[in-house]
Antibody, heavy 118, light 110 residues
Framework: QVRLQESGPGLLKPSETLSLTCSVS????????WSWIRQSPGKGPEWIGEVFSSGTTHYNPSLESRVSISVDVPKNQFSLKLKSLTAEDTAMYYCATEDGGRWWAFDIWGQGTMVTVS | NFILTQPHSVSESPGKTVTISCTRS????????VQWYQQRPGSSPTTVIYNDNRRPSGVPDRFSGSIDRSSNSASLTISGLQTEDEADYFCQSYATNYRVFGGGTKLTVL
């Protein structure tokens, strides 16, 4: 069973760039979509974007101008960069992926990492 | 792109049945599969329904999903409510190169 683990700084200042990494264990990154999702306190999840193992990316239009997602297949990890941070970017950030070919769903989630912008 | 609207909260007594709705703002609800996730405090979401009405292994058959074309909505129904069902529930769907979640419904079992 694939497992995901997020890592990165928990506290950042306004205008800085957030960099998070998701390490994948128990399987390969090949032929899957890998997503970043965030959840502000008390709100529903917000899809940030995804990367396919080939490097193809798709982003949420509301964040597209500030976000970049990349994949490193040999290292079995994928990464998120979000620039020009504001307090509104404070949230729990999850990496997630599908299982069983259901590219439209999120069957496997990391435990999440809390990011505070202050 | 469309949005998914859920009631903010619902409550029901143990042993009863509750239904949570998820209404799609534009486009037809049958165009793309709907998933439902359960999230307990301090935990990551887990799938309770996928592809509108399919249950992952390990999810009790008290959980069911359905689609209503007339209201352009999906629904999650939980029967025989148990205190352990108290959680937040989110619907999720997609369009080409886009994924969207509902705002979530807090289920209280009292």
């Amino acid at each position: 069973q694939v497992r995901l683990q997020e890592s990165g700084p928990g506290l950042l200042k306004p205008s800085e760039t957030l960099s998070l990494t998701c390490s994948v264990s128990g399987g390969s990154l090949n032929n899957n979509y890998w997503s970043w999702i965030r959840q502000s306190p008390g709100k529903g999840p917000e899809w940030i974007g995804e990367v396919f193992s080939s490097g193809t990316t798709h982003y949420n239009p509301s964040l597209e101008s500030r976000v970049s997602i990349s994949v490193d297949v040999p290292k079995n990890q994928f990464s998120l960069k979000l620039k020009s941070l504001t307090a509104e970017d404070t949230a729990m950030y999850y990496c997630a992926t599908e299982d069983g070919g259901r590219w439209w769903a999120f069957d496997i989630w990391g435990q999440g990492t809390m990011v505070t912008v202050s | 792109n469309f949005i998914l609207t859920q009631p903010h909260s619902v409550s029901e007594s143990p042993g009863k049945t509750v239904t949570i709705s998820c209404t799609r703002s534009s486009g037809t609800i049958t165009s793309n599969f709907v998933q439902w996730y359960q999230q307990r405090p301090g935990s990551s979401p887990t799938t309770v329904i996928y592809n509108d009405n399919r249950r992952p292994s390990g999810v009790p058959d008290r959980f069911s999903g359905s689609i209503d074309r007339s209201s352009n909505s999906a629904s999650l129904t939980i029967s025989g409510l148990q205190t352990e069902d108290e959680a937040d529930y989110f619907c999720q769907s997609y369009a080409t190169n886009y994924r969207v979640f509902g705002g979530g419904t807090k289920l209280t079992v009292l």
